[in-house]
């Protein structure tokens, strides 16, 4: 549900108003993920929303970097089937970045 305009007032609420709509939120990370305005906008309503989310590596083969805003402690997982499938069904730990 990517908003496609530039990031205002206006932005934030449409995109508060979508976050707020969701179970999850899933954040596909690539090589310049840190430096997208517009996602790390995103992550941090989701913080604010207590929404859960989760980082999935959008490229196998090369670095990616998680968006600003992202916590520490949060993981980045291979973005496999069951990875997926295990993420939302709540379950989380580093058995999941190996596939």
Known sequence: MSIKKAIDV???DNARKRIK???YVVFLCGEYTD???GVSAE???TQEEKITYFLL???RRRNVKKPK???SEDQEYNWTRNNLKLL???KRGSFL???
Request: charged residues 40%; contains cysteine.
């Open 43 to 45: 992550l941090s309503i």
């Open 10 to 12: 206006k932005w934030r």
């Open 69 to 71: 805003g992202a916590k």
């Open 35 to 37: 430096s997208g305005v």
């Open 88 to 90: 939302l069904e709540g």
């Open 97 to 99: 970045l190996k596939e």
């Open 57 to 59: 590596r959008g490229r």
């Open 21 to 23: 709509s969701c179970d």
